[in-house]
T-cell receptor, first 117, second 110 residues
Framework: GAVVSQHPSRVICKSGTSVKIECRSL??????MFWYRQFPKQSLMLMAT?????????EQGVEKDKFLINHASLTLSTLTVTSAHPEDSSFYIC?????????????FGPGTRLTVL | QKEVEQNSGPLSVPEGAIASLNCTYS??????FFWYRQYSGKSPELIMF????GDKEDGRFTAQLNKASQYVSLLIRDSQPSDSATYLC??????????FGTGTRLTIIP
């Protein structure tokens, strides 16, 4: 159980384009999902908390107009990087809590590696 | 500010020995802690979580939590080359979000 998928796993795009990343909980319903970003040799940095049916909560310093999050159903959250630039190149990872687990542990998707040329 | 700190390593341990990974945190109100393993280029994988003071064992892994001293550790017994990875310590400080340490890179030497 507690399987989280992401799509695509890797994307290369030109500067100025927008990229959408999908995060799905495959075997459970997730009212809350989390989006992280990880630069090389650094730890995970939480970008935002995605809540089903409501607006996402962004961490300080994260531009909500640049990183659009939509959590339209209990199994799907999307992150759209708008007008991407080379400095947005990073490893984007989503996670979700499995309510069946009864605890606070988060289960991570496999990640999406974004390269902006 | 709530912080989780780890020694970045690298930590080298001979195969078959015990690897000891440590983590300290700054918020006494923290409730639960998690150890994740991350292979290069992959996303984190949950190894163990611990909520209460003391030890928690799962196979070759033992998590230890000492809330009075504000540290949490992970012991890996009978280390294997496949244990070579970066280990991330994370704390839930009661706001449903995880705060991650910078990770410790562990290398098991055959």
């Amino acid at each position: 159980g507690a399987v989280v998928s992401q799509h695509p796993s890797r994307v290369i795009c030109k500067s100025g384009t927008s990229v959408k990343i999908e995060c799905r909980s495959l075997d459970f319903q997730a009212t809350t999902m989390f989006w992280y970003r990880q630069f090389p040799k650094q730890s995970l940095m939480l970008m935002a908390t995605s809540n089903e049916g409501s607006k996402a909560t962004y961490e300080q310093g994260v531009e909500k107009d640049k990183f659009l999050i939509n959590h339209a159903s209990l199994t799907l959250s999307t992150l759209t990087v708008t007008s991407a630039h080379p400095e947005d190149s990073s490893f984007y990872i989503c996670s979700a809590r499995d309510p069946r687990a009864g605890g606070d542990e988060q289960f991570f998707g496999p990640g999406t590696r974004l390269t902006v040329l | 500010q709530k912080e989780v700190e780890q020694n970045s390593g690298p930590l080298s341990v001979p195969e078959g020995a015990i690897a000891s990974l440590n983590c300290t945190y700054s918020d006494r109100g923290s409730q639960s802690f998690f150890w994740y393993r991350q292979y290069s280029g992959k996303s984190p994988e949950l190894i163990m979580f611990i909520y209460s003071n003391g030890d928690k064992e799962d196979g070759r892994f033992t998590a230890q939590l000492n809330k009075a001293s504000q540290y949490v550790s992970l012991l890996i017994r009978d280390s294997q080359p496949s244990d070579s990875a970066t280990y991330l310590c994370a704390g839930d400080f009661g706001n449903e979000k995880l705060t991650f340490g910078t990770g410790t890179r562990l290398t098991i030497i055959p």
